[in-house]
Antibody, heavy 118, light 111 residues
Framework: QVQLVESGGGVVQPGKSLRLSCAAS????????MHWVRQAPGKGLEWVAV????????YYADSVKGRFTISRDNSNNTLYLQMNSLKAEDTAVYYC???????????WGQGTLVTVSS | QSALTQPASVSGSPGQSITISCTGT?????????VSWYQQYPGKAPKLLIF???NRPSGVSHRFSGSKSGNTASLTISGLQADDEADYYC???????????FGTGTKVTVL
């Protein structure tokens, strides 16, 4: 079955960087667009970024544009999120998810918590 | 992009049916048949219940159904059960963003 496992979260100071990874198994990874979605503590869900199946197209939320970079390694079935210039408001659980349909994601990972604090 | 509007909470008794609304605009919910619904338990990842307004992924109970009228989409849970108590989010494609937009979320309580 499809399994997505995020890693790389932790506590980081404002202005610093962090890279999240999402290891995929049980699916033909290179065939699917992939998403990062985040959820601040006690808050709702927010789309962060999406990457096409082949990595040629990437899209970002306005809140992270210019600071975050989504990428993928189809040979290693891994999705990444490089987060630079982190702010306190980036504190959230970050989920990776496989695109099911337009603006729809299935098979979410368990999430990884990023805390931005001095 | 503003979040889609959902009621903060909805409740019902076991066996009853409840409906959760998700209101947007003609730029998102009303303009496209790309509405999804998710169920989320505390501390857990969301689970896709409905995509493309009314389609259920395999394995999702037939007690969950989706529909849309104008700028408002709806999720109906029939035969309410105790383990339906969770948070529910809608999402939609939007012309104003290359990413989707989520709803504000609804907490369902089973009385």
């Amino acid at each position: 079955q499809v399994q997505l496992v995020e890693s790389g979260g932790g506590v980081v100071q404002p202005g610093k960087s962090l890279r999240l990874s999402c290891a995929a198994s049980g699916l033909t990874f290179r065939s699917y667009a992939m998403h990062w979605v985040r959820q601040a503590p006690g808050k709702g869900l927010e789309w962060v970024a999406v990457i096409s199946y082949d990595g040629s197209k990437t899209y970002y939320a306005d809140s992270v544009k210019g600071r975050f970079t989504i990428s993928r390694d189809n040979s290693n079935n891994t999705l990444y999120l490089q987060m630079n210039s982190l702010k306190a408001e980036d504190t959230a659980v970050y989920y990776c998810a496989k695109e099911e349909a337009v603006a729809s994601a299935s098979n979410w990972g368990q999430g990884t918590l990023v805390t931005v604090s001095s | 992009q503003s979040a889609l509007t959902q009621p903060a909470s909805v409740s019902g008794s076991p066996g009853q049916s409840i409906t959760i609304s998700c209101t947007g605009t003609s730029s998102d919910v009303g303009g496209y048949n790309y509405v999804s619904w998710y169920q989320q338990y505390p501390g857990k990842a969301p689970k896709l219940l409905i995509f493309d307004v009314s389609n259920r992924p395999s394995g999702v109970s037939h007690r969950f159904s989706g529909s849309k009228s104008g700028n408002t989409a709806s999720l109906t849970i029939s035969g309410l059960q105790a383990d339906d108590e969770a948070d529910y989010y809608c999402s939609s494609f939007t012309i104003t963003s290359t990413l989707g937009v989520f709803g504000t979320g609804t907490k369902v309580t089973v009385l």
